[in-house]
């Protein structure tokens, strides 16, 4: 299965060493920097940015449409967001990234691979309840706290909006969204995001 050879646990080592690099960009070089879809993780020197989480650190905002002037970023980190937008918002996120970052600022972006989500779901060496207990969560998103789910996976929880994906992206389409709308696209990886079939992505801005 793809998403757990040795390649891809490797690029997951890999992600994990530039996540480390990306958490000391504000003190090597101050500036402003973006943590978009942040979620409960909070990263020192980024302005934390979630729609739906709240919390000391993080500012309650739509990732799609950052509340702030052009040219005024040094770097973006995105990490299992974009994919909970829609088709549309998530192009005009892109859009709009670009437009906040600096000439030559840099994205920094994980997201799952759509393509190889779908290998996994069709591959018969895949178990069912692998399937179905957990790939398929990589497709459509937890869609209701995935906290609550652990402690009560009960059916009648409630509906969490900022979990459910709604849209997807291949290596393909996301360098030519990147690229459409004025990213430079310096190298996409897949890796093994914890039994996610996923890719790290690696622009900047033209």
């Not at 937008?85 to 920094?108: D, H, I, P, Q, T």
Request: net charge negative; hydrophobic share 40%; glycine share 6%.
């Amino acid at each position: 299965m793809l998403s757990t050879s040795a390649e891809w646990k490797a690029n997951t080592q890999r992600m994990l060493k530039t996540l480390e690099t990306i958490k000391q960009l504000p003190v090597v070089e101050p500036g402003v920097y973006l943590h978009l879809g942040c979620g409960p993780q909070i990263l020192e020197g980024f302005i934390n940015i979630d729609k739906y989480q709240e919390g000391e650190g993080i500012l309650q905002a739509d990732m799609a449409h950052p509340p702030f002037t052009s040219n005024v970023a040094t770097a973006i980190y995105s990490s299992h967001a974009l994919e909970h937008l829609s088709f549309r918002s998530a192009r005009l996120a892109l859009k709009n990234w670009a437009k906040v970052l600096k000439e030559g600022g840099r994205l920094y972006l994980a997201i799952p691979d759509l393509e190889e989500i779908m290998r996994v779901m069709l591959d018969p060496a895949v178990t069912l309840h692998q399937k179905w207990n957990w790939y398929v969560y990589t497709l459509f998103g937890y869609q209701v706290d995935p906290d609550q789910y652990a402690n009560d996976p009960s059916l009648d929880l409630p509906n969490d909006p900022g979990q459910y994906h709604t849209c997807g992206f291949t290596k393909e389409t996301i360098k030519l969204f990147l690229v459409d709308s004025g990213f430079v696209v310096d190298e996409i990886y897949n890796y093994d995001g914890w039994s996610t079939p996923s890719m790290f992505v690696e622009a900047h801005k033209g």
